[in-house]
Nanobody
Framework: QVQLVESGGGLVQAGGSLRLSCAAS????????MGWFRQAPGKEREFVAG????????TYSDAVNGRLTISRDNAKNTVYLQMNSLKADDTAVYYC?????????????????WGQGTQVTVSS
């Protein structure tokens, strides 16, 4: 079992930055691929970024590539999402998720554990 708790969301102006954190508990965290997803009102949950269990590999959606950076610190059981050059379209609830897989899945159905989400609002 892995429990996930996100933090760091808030209100920011367009062009600004935020850093989201996802604190994990559970013995299997270090063997899980981790992902960040987001869901805006009326839209489906979409993949944003993912990182392999070791942190050596990362992948991003086209919408955020170059602006967002995912990382993890396995010693602290924490995953981060550094968000720069934020746009109004980035407004959504952001979710952290863990997948018991070697690869980094993009399909939310492949993730086994989810956090409760944190709201990010970007004002234009």
């Amino acid at each position: 079992q892995v429990q996930l708790v996100e933090s760091g969301g808030g209100l920011v102006q367009a062009g600004g930055s935020l850093r989201l954190s996802c604190a994990a508990s559970g013995r299997t965290f270090n063997s899980c691929a981790m992902g960040w997803f987001r869901q805006a009102p009326g839209k489906e949950r979409e993949f944003v970024a993912g990182v392999s269990w070791s942190g050596a590999r990362t992948t991003y959606s086209d919408a955020v590539n170059g602006r967002l950076t995912i990382s993890r610190d396995n010693a602290k059981n924490t995953v981060y999402l550094q968000m720069n050059s934020l746009k109004a379209d980035d407004t959504a609830v952001y979710y952290c998720a863990a997948a018991r897989m070697v690869n980094i899945p993009r399909n939310p159905m492949d993730y086994d554990y989810w956090g409760q989400g944190t709201q990010v609002t970007v004002s234009s």
